[in-house]
């Protein structure tokens, strides 16, 4: 005799243990962030670090991993970059600017959306809120795998 009524079942338990890509965090920080807020050091945190030695990433020697945005609308990115799972360094001065309401109209919106443009090249990083301190994150990788680079502002 057929078991049929187990499939449900195990349909279930498929997508409830799934549940993380079918249901997946809001990482679109609800409220607008100010420019003054994001002016300063943020440094990558450790555990993206990990992130880009289990790639292959050798971090050079005493150097500092970190963004600094300046009131004026400059920056200095000393910092990696990642792109299919290969990460370079990347030293080298930018404007960077902070977006509203960002994304195609068939996309989901970010509500902030800070755009650093360095010579040729385009960076955008999001902001979230945890336990009251701001981090600055992009997916690292996949977006399907949620797995995040992010970087903490210093002091």
Known sequence: MPRWHIIPLVIAALLLGGCDRLFPPNLNLSRQ????????TWLLASHTME???NDGYAPPVGRTHEIVFRADGTCQFSSITEFGHKVDFLDAAGTWKLEHDTGIPSQKKRKNEVSIRI???GISLYLIEERGHLLLWDFWGDPDEW?????????
Do not use: C, F, N, P
Not at 33 to 40: F, K, N, T, W
Not at 147 to 155: A, C, H, N, S, V
């Open 33 to 40: 962030v100010s420019s003054q807020e994001i002016v300063g």
């Open 51 to 53: 992130l880009a030695k």
């Open 147 to 155: 797995t995040l680079l992010r970087y903490e502002k210093k002091g």
């Open 119 to 121: 010579k040729d090249r």
